[in-house]
């Protein structure tokens, strides 16, 4: 199976940090946020990458090449303009194939064990959902039974309703029908969660959303802890 990794945001809420760097190239832990990724991706069996970009681009491709030195292929899908999550996805579908792919945020980090999710979706879509963080406390979705119904259309008030984490295993038909442009992936996820074609999982595990310098900060810190205990 083929893994994505979403890097072309502009990062605007990472001023002035993104004025010259991209965003997945920030550095938590002592190597920069896609790096964990890359580094979780092959140690879960994923040995071929697609990542997109926009901002800055050819820094993130100077810095991680065709991904031989990590022991797997990276293949680039260049945006000029970011797409948003949906447009770049579809734009990206070409290098990604026929068969279902895994999509990972660029600016999040995670102990999820990518392993798990080395396979097919039982629908058009498979979402890690998680607790809803301090930023987002009203979060996207319910999940019940293994399905991932939008809150938007289930009555009731906010509790249970838990956070997409970035994560999600698609199919490349969920994109049917759509044109090559910005847009972004959650209409496409709600319309098919009205088709009951969404399944979910909720991780109870590490996630953290690096939309702030703060963010960023309090995860180094926590990282950098950790390493130093195991040491």
């Known amino acids: 199976m083929k893994a994505m990794i979403l890097a072309a945001g502009r990062g605007e809420r990472m001023r002035p940090l993104t004025d010259t760097t991209p965003k997945p190239l920030l550095e938590v832990g002592g190597k920069p946020l896609i790096v964990h990724h890359i580094e979780r991706l092959r140690g879960a069996g994923f040995r071929e990458l697609v990542i997109n970009h926009a901002w800055l681009g050819s820094q993130l491709e100077a810095a991680l090449g065709d991904g031989s030195a990590f022991g797997l292929s990276i293949v680039w899908s260049p945006e000029g303009e970011a797409l948003e999550t949906g447009g770049g996805i579809l734009r990206a579908l070409p290098l990604l194939g026929d068969e279902p792919f895994l999509v990972v945020n660029g600016d999040i980090w995670t102990d999820l064990d990518f392993a798990t999710l080395n396979r097919e979706p039982e629908g058009l879509a498979h979402l890690v959902l998680v607790d809803n963080p301090p930023q987002h406390p009203k979060g996207d979705f ?9 809150a938007g259309r289930v009555r009731g008030g906010e509790s249970g309703r838990l956070t997409y984490s970035g994560i999600g295993l698609f199919r490349p038909e969920l994109f049917a029908g759509c044109a090559d442009g910005r847009f972004p992936l959650a209409p496409l996820l709600r319309r098919a969660m ?29 990282l950098s802890h950790t390493q130093k205990e195991t040491h």
């Open 142 to 150: 319910f999940l019940e039974d293994g399905r991932v119904l939008d």
């Open 194 to 222: 009205g088709e009951d074609r969404v399944s979910g999982e909720h991780h109870r595990g590490a996630w953290f959303d690096i939309g702030t310098p703060q963010r960023l900060a309090e995860l180094d810190r926590r």
